[in-house]
């Protein structure tokens, strides 16, 4: 038996990419998904685009802390363990 | 035989949380450092949102490191020991940027309802055949030499599109896809539904990738 599966917009597809990467789509949204994904390269890119933003925000990450700050945070962690 | 009393419940708590736990209320130094260098630049960052300047965030994580400190003997391992810090973080933030009578971002479903992910003329309007299909697609990034992509440049493309977000959807996006919290996570320390947080983190990335895709395509136009 062949389920008809309802096709999709390229408009539609681009907001329910986030619901995509995180697995909020039901069985049927989720093979219309990449059903269209499968044909159409301006959505493969999109879909690419979308998790090299993910990526690339994840780069924010990197940063030192101050000397000065781990300082004093053992000095409060003395005051606090000597209580 | 008599069996040994059952531990303390932390249905919250990962193996590798509750050693930190038991080891910071033995007052044992090393897991501090352990915690406060896996915690501390994050915090940071996170009481950025609420507070102006960076000086004040350190503040704020500093504070919330003696909160942390406090309540750890009394802590219960209901949620995570991270989501448990980073909860003494925002409540020490909002608190700090109230004095300071800055605008704090409340969680909101208006702000997640703020119109499509791409500009509706990048598609073919109604009435065409194709109506809904990309009529300028966006191209691959993958021929962008890693460099370019990881650049400072690009870091402050990113930073800048996520400082213009409103509030609760740079909070969303900034504990997600910087800081790397789960939606489970996030959902509990903003309090947002499981529907708001994945609108609001739609939102905002949709956002994000189009001034990513703005600065890239200058670049390499």
């Known amino acids: 038996m062949s389920v008809h599966i309802a096709p999709i917009a390229c408009r539609e597809l681009v907001e329910l990419i986030t619901d995509y990467l995180e697995g909020a789509l039901s069985a049927e949204q989720h093979a219309r998904f990449e059903n269209h994904i499968a044909g159409c390269d301006g959505c493969t890119a999109y ?27 053992l000095h409060a962690f003395r005051g606090w363990a000597s209580t | ?28 130094e090393y897991a501090f ?21 960076r000086a004040v965030a ?18 219960q391992g209901r949620s995570s020991l991270r989501t448990w810090i980073f909860r003494i973080l925002t409540n020490t933030a909002k608190t700090r940027a109230q004095r300071e009578r800055r605008s704090i971002p409340f969680a909101s479903l208006g702000d997640g309802d703020d119109g499509p992910a791409v500009d509706p003329d990048r598609f073919l309007p109604p009435g065409d055949p194709a109506a809904g299909a990309w009529a300028s697609p966006p191209r691959g990034w993958d021929d ?34 910087v800081e790397g919290f789960s ?15 994945r609108v ?22």
């Open chain 2, 58 to 75: 350190e503040d704020v994580a500093a504070e919330t490191w003696l909160g942390v400190l406090r309540g750890i003997d009394g802590f």
């Open chain 1, 47 to 73: 879909l690419e685009q979308m998790r090299e933003t993910i990526r690339l925000t994840g780069r924010l990450r990197e940063q030192q802390i101050s000397p000065d700050a781990w300082v004093e945070l």
């Open chain 2, 1 to 28: 035989m008599a069996e040994p009393p059952a531990p303390p419940a932390f249905p919250g708590l990962s193996p590798e949380e509750r050693r930190l736990v038991d080891a910071l209320r033995a007052r044992d």
């Open chain 2, 144 to 177: 962008l030499p890693e460099a370019a992509l990881l650049s400072a440049e690009t870091r402050s493309v990113i930073d800048a599109a996520i400082d213009q977000l409103p509030p609760t959807q740079r909070e969303v996006i900034r504990l997600r896809d």
């Open chain 2, 200 to 221: 609001l983190l739609h939102r905002a990335r949709s956002k994000v990738r189009a001034a990513l895709e703005r600065y890239l395509s200058e670049d390499t136009a």
């Open chain 2, 183 to 197: 939606s489970g996570e996030v959902r509990a320390l903003l309090e947002l539904s499981e529907t708001n947080q």
């Open chain 2, 33 to 53: 450092m352990e915690l406060t260098d896996r915690y501390q630049a994050s915090l940071v960052r996170v009481a950025m949102m609420y507070v102006g300047s």
